[in-house]
């Protein structure tokens, strides 16, 4: 006698035809880190599954930095964003690794997720293979990956040729950035990293802090380079709000030159927000020193590059992108999701 076998359900059949979809659509790089490129990546991860995040690694405060100091890794916190952002673990789970400790001593501002991947860190041998294991519990879409496996200091140049060592130290400084560098000097990129830029279909740099978060990366060698030679289209994402000791007073066409020039060519396409925040929002971040960006549209239109433009903030009390807003016009942006065939940097 036959066992019947159970069929699939309407709901089965619909999860099948989204894994599909997702599977089939285009290879997005994001280059980056703090807060800003996981908002991209949820975004992102609902469009498609081949995504890999390639992560800053020069985070030397708070717990991140605590960590590096004490354990001689690389610094957890802008990595551990980056997978919660691709998870599909339960929320319980986000909320495990985003728990931060307030009581204890040597616990205290540590969030568990650091704690876990220095763990897995010492376990694995290398922050590499501690972040393949993690994605694995947290059943990540996609890829995370450390920019480089070296420890490097991020420093800065400053007006008055200052020069301030430490990624913390620099917005603290109160003076303009004219120039940022690693110490060492010359990185090597993950290859992994690597192969990713280069065989994507779309690649986004940010949003995220322009000095810290975005070019550090194109500080690397090999990611620079990279990011220089890949075939596929390029694209800056601007932040919404300035940042304090950092990008104080510069718009959107200040950003993208800045950016520029750390690359041999400029981005194919600028992603600029042109809604304002609310009044009170607004009020509440100039109390941080923080502005809204200024689209400059005019300066940018004249500056080469392509401008994609949208409302893009989120419907929060925070001035932050809409993860989804975003990664749609990111990809509509570029044309055909980003497909590697279509538009190429210009230059190349």
Not at 154 to 165: M, S
Not at 167 to 177: D, N, T, V, W, Y
Not at 303 to 316: A, Q
Not at 333 to 341: E, F, K, L, P, W
Request: hydrophobic share 40%.
């Amino acid at each position: 006698m036959k066992t019947r076998q159970p069929q699939d359900g309407p709901e089965d059949r619909e999860r099948t035809s989204r894994a599909k979809a997702l599977a089939n659509g285009p290879r997005v790089v994001g280059i980056g880190g703090g807060t800003g490129l996981s908002v991209l990546l949820r975004g992102l991860k609902k469009l498609t599954s081949n995504l890999t995040a390639v992560v800053t690694v020069t985070d030397d405060g708070g717990s991140s930095g605590r960590l590096r100091e004490e354990l001689g890794i690389l610094p957890p916190g802008d990595i551990r964003n980056c997978l919660l952002a691709l998870a599909e673990a339960e929320p319980l789970m986000h909320r495990l690794f985003q728990h931060r400790f307030h009581n204890g001593s040597g616990l205290a501002g540590h969030s568990f997720g650091n704690l876990f991947l220095a763990a897995m860190t010492e376990i694995t041998g290398d922050m590499e293979t501690a972040v393949r294991e993690s994605s694995k519990v947290l059943a990540v879409r996609g890829r995370v990956l450390p920019a480089t496996l070296d420890d490097v200091t991020l420093c800065a140049v400053l007006q008055g040729d200052r020069v301030v060592r430490g990624e913390s130290q620099i917005p603290l400084a109160g003076r303009k950035i004219e120039k940022i560098f690693l110490d060492p000097p010359a990185p090597k990129a993950l290859e992994e990293a690597v192969e990713a830029v280069l065989e994507a279909d779309l690649v986004v740099l940010g949003p995220g802090s322009l000095f810290t978060s975005v070019i550090p990366n194109l500080l690397i060698p090999g990611l620079a380079g990279a990011v220089n030679r890949t075939g596929a289209p390029v694209v800056y994402v601007c932040n919404v709000m300035t940042q304090r000791g950092e990008t104080d007073g510069m718009n959107a066409a200040d950003h993208l030159a800045a950016l520029g020039g750390y690359l041999r060519h400029r981005p194919h396409a600028v992603v600029v927000n042109i809604e304002v925040p609310p009044k009170a929002v607004l009020t509440r971040y100039a109390l941080e020193g923080a502005a809204w960006v200024e689209p400059a549209l005019h300066s940018l239109n004249n500056s080469g590059t392509r401008v994609i433009t949208g409302d893009l903030l989120s419907r929060s009390d925070l001035a932050h992108h809409d993860p989804e807003v975003l990664a749609k016009l990111v990809l509509a942006g570029t044309g055909s999701g980003g497909i590697r065939a279509g538009i190429k940097n210009p230059g190349s």
